[in-house]
């Protein structure tokens, strides 16, 4: 008798206050899931709107060749110029020093002897340093015409406020 009673009073309890809070628990959960759609869209537009602002910085083509680099040299451009163009943003003496053009300043590079390497018979890494600075070529030889190479490979620089990295072509020899 004790449980019948029990029951009783519990029963318009539960026939009443469930269906309110399943109505509550949904209407939280549509206001949870809303919130976080819009929350992941702001999220998704700041991102965008982040990358739009900060455009990657393009190298300055090097105005002209120094007399350090008038023998032997190589010289990159990017892989979207004709090498014929002699437009180049990479330039080298193939021995220690190289020039990269930012913000219409030359800045000389000194080669790391310890830090590059030749990989294979055809495929380089060569790291640089200037002040500020980290320039890293990666080169592959595409081929070679009477001593003078055509390259294909990848420039990564590297800086205080600065990491880009450019698909490049080159050519290079005596």
């Known amino acids: 008798m004790k449980r019948f009673v029990v029951v009783l009073l ?83 003496d193939m021995g220690e020093m190289a020039i990269i053009r930012i913000k219409g300043k030359d800045v000389q590079l000194k080669k790391s002897l310890r830090e590059s390497k030749q990989i294979n018979a055809t495929n380089s890494v060569e790291v640089y340093y200037a002040v500020g600075y980290k320039v890293v070529l990666r080169k592959k030889e595409v081929k070679m015409v009477d001593q003078l190479y055509e390259y294909s490979g990848i420039l990564q620089i590297t800086g205080k406020k600065l990491k880009v990295t450019y698909k490049v072509r080159g050519e290079g020899g005596c």
């Open 10 to 92: 519990v029963l318009p309890f539960l026939i009443n206050c469930t269906p309110d809070e399943k109505e509550k628990a949904k209407e939280t959960k549509q206001k949870t899931s809303t919130t976080k759609t819009k929350t992941a869209n702001k999220d998704k537009a700041k991102t965008t709107t982040a990358a739009k602002a900060a455009p990657k910085s393009k190298l300055d083509f090097i105005q002209s060749i120094p007399g350090s680099i008038d023998g032997c040299g190589e010289f990159f451009t990017y892989d979207t110029v004709k090498l014929s163009d002699e437009k180049y943003i990479f330039l080298s």
